[in-house]
């Protein structure tokens, strides 16, 4: 079963940042967040992945609170183009490098 | 980033016959590749894990003997779908873990197959 929770559907305006939130209460130290994002009737698509600091890359920036039980993957401009579901997802050594989907948030970029 | 192939991209085919997907590792060495499957509208669900060298490992559910994985080298991996039905028609998706990388997971763009 999936470790996260997420809210199944969100609505941001083009050019504007898109937050979206995933819970994962039960993340152990040793696991990472992962997010990723799919694109319909497409593979996944890799978007970032953290521990405990915050990260950065050219994508999104990764917020993940001090206590790990939540973060938020930002988008700081979104585009049409970023319309897809998102995933985040909690993994690490003990699941042997598995990533298990749940539902994820489906985000809408509308203009 | 990793880039991850997948052949064909869609197939058709009768009920009864074999179906062979391809998935490979185009810039980076993969020695563990997984096989997922997705349904209409649904999330993606986990089949199976593919390593080099060494038979799969199933997820709960999974029938080893209809789903056959070949994992022949560091950048290959095959799922072939035995004696395919209509209800085994999904999207199968295949990935592959970078170790050299940051150890993240890419995605092949997918097969749609479809079992008439």
């Known amino acids: 079963d999936a470790k996260t929770t997420q809210p199944p559907s969100m609505d941001c305006a083009e050019g504007r940042a898109a937050n979206l939130p995933c819970n994962h209460s039960t993340i152990s130290g040793n696991e990472y967040v992962y997010w990723y994002r799919q694109i319909h009737s497409q593979g996944p698509q890799y978007i970032i992945h953290g521990l405990k600091n915050n990260e950065t890359n050219e994508m999104a920036s990764l917020i993940i609170t001090e206590d790990r039980k939540s973060s938020t993957l930002i988008l700081p401009h979104a585009t049409l183009r970023d319309t897809a579901v998102y995933y985040c997802i909690v993994s690490g050594r003990n699941q042997g490098g598995k990533l298990i989907f749940g539902q994820g948030t489906e985000l809408s970029v509308k203009p | 980033g990793a880039v991850v192939s997948q052949h064909p991209s869609w197939v058709i085919c009768k009920s009864g016959t074999s179906v062979k997907i391809e998935c490979r590792s185009l810039?980076?060495?993969?020695?563990?590749m997984f096989w997922y499957r997705q349904f209409p509208k649904q999330s993606l669900m986990l089949m199976a894990t593919s390593n080099e060298g060494s038979k799969a490992t199933y997820e709960q559910g999974v029938e080893k003997d209809k789903f056959l994985i070949n994992h022949a080298s560091l950048t290959l991996s095959t799922l072939t779908v035995t004696s395919a039905h209509p209800e085994d028609s999904s999207f199968y998706i295949c990935?592959?873990?970078?170790?050299?990388?940051?150890?993240?997971?890419?995605f092949g763009p997918g097969t749609r197959l479809t079992v008439l």
């Open positions: 810039d980076f060495q993969a020695t563990t």
């Open positions: 990935s592959a873990r970078d170790l050299g990388g940051l150890n993240t997971q890419y």
